[in-house]
């Protein structure tokens, strides 16, 4: 439900922003037929994995830590 | 385990800013076309590199009055850990450059200041390592340290303001706050900062323990080696 209202929101903004100033050019094809998404799970799994990498170095040394 | 809540924290915030930097709207601006989102990734690069060399240099300072190896390892690590994000930030600038200024590198007086600031830590790793005695090394380098980061101020934040440049903020070049920062981009842009600092501070932290670590390891063989000479 709150993800449902948070994405028709960002639509709404977006569509909004398209209708007000279509002067400029901007990746609004991109958007519009949606494969931005795909971007933005291919930084998001990115970052996930150098997160997942130094919560695993943090771990490591806190054993080295108690050694 | 150490407190977890700041890095998870951070892990939000930068998911938040990949995802919202992205998809929220932003000002649409010529030139600049959809590359404004470049903001909310490359300037916190260098947020989290004067950070971190402001931590180092305060444990610089410490070092200096409680001549305690161990502030040696945090000022060390916090400015490896800085180069590192410097070197990032001036990567991204450069690519961004590339496509909005025309040229990756145009000799703009932030740009350039940049680039020294970047040589005078990058003599601080060298010199460090062209010292043999620890009490030295960690002594020199921490002098050099301060006066680094007393460079670092003029290069980066006064000079590139005196004279024009391409960068916004500076000259006669409006900064992003008047009318370009608007309040849709800062939604994005404060938490990208934070997140990006707390990530860097994580950085640095683990090099510091890690650091610690071999340093109690080695302080306690010469412990059992003056123990057996006796």
């Known amino acids: 439900m709150k993800a449902k209202l948070t994405f028709a929101t960002i639509a709404l903004l977006l569509i909004t922003t398209t209708v007000l100033h279509?002067?400029?050019?901007?990746?609004?094809?991109?958007?519009?037929?949606?494969?931005?998404?795909?971007?933005?799970a291919v930084l998001a799994t990115i970052f996930a994995g150098i997160f997942a990498y130094l919560v695993y170095l943090d771990r490591k040394i806190t054993k080295a830590e108690k050694k | 385990m150490r407190s977890w809540w700041w890095k998870i924290l951070a892990g939000?915030?930068?998911?938040y800013t990949v995802i919202g930097g992205l998809l929220l709207p932003?000002?649409?601006?010529?030139?600049?076309?959809?590359?404004?989102r470049n903001l909310y990734f490359h300037v916190p690069m260098w947020f989290t590199m004067i950070f971190l060399f402001a931590g180092a240099f305060i444990y610089s300072i410490?070092?200096?009055?409680?001549?305690?190896?161990?502030?040696?390892?945090y000022a060390v690590q916090l400015t490896n850990t800085g180069i590192f994000f410097s070197i990032?930030?001036?990567?991204?600038?450069?690519?961004?450059?590339?496509?909005?200024?025309?040229?990756?590198?145009?000799?703009?007086p932030k740009?350039?200041?940049?680039a020294l600031c970047m040589l005078i830590y990058f003599a601080y790793s060298i010199l460090r390592n062209g010292i043999k005695d620890d009490e030295k090394k960690a002594k020199i380098?921490?002098?050099y340290n301060i006066f680094a980061f007393a460079m670092m101020i003029p290069l980066i934040f006064i000079l590139p303001r005196m004279v024009d440049s391409l960068h916004p903020g500076n000259g006669g070049n409006p900064a992003f706050k008047k009318y370009d920062l608007d309040s849709n981009m800062r939604i994005v842009f404060y938490p990208a900062v934070i997140g990006w600092v707390l990530i860097g501070s994580w950085i640095a932290s683990l090099k510091i323990r890690a650091g610690l670590v071999s340093f109690n390891r080695e302080n306690e063989i010469l412990f059992s080696f003056e123990k057996d000479k006796k």
């Open chain 2, 141 to 143: 380098s921490a002098v």
């Open chain 2, 62 to 73: 410490k070092y200096l009055s409680s001549g305690d190896l161990q502030d040696d390892i």
């Open chain 1, 22 to 40: 279509a002067q400029t050019e901007m990746a609004d094809t991109m958007r519009s037929n949606g494969k931005i998404y795909v971007v933005v």
């Open chain 2, 26 to 36: 932003v000002p649409r601006l010529d030139i600049l076309n959809e590359t404004i």
């Open chain 2, 12 to 15: 939000i915030l930068i998911c």
């Open chain 2, 88 to 108: 990032l930030g001036m990567l991204t600038g450069m690519e961004w450059a590339q496509y909005t200024w025309g040229e990756a590198w145009s000799n703009d």
């Open chain 2, 111 to 114: 740009q350039l200041g940049t």
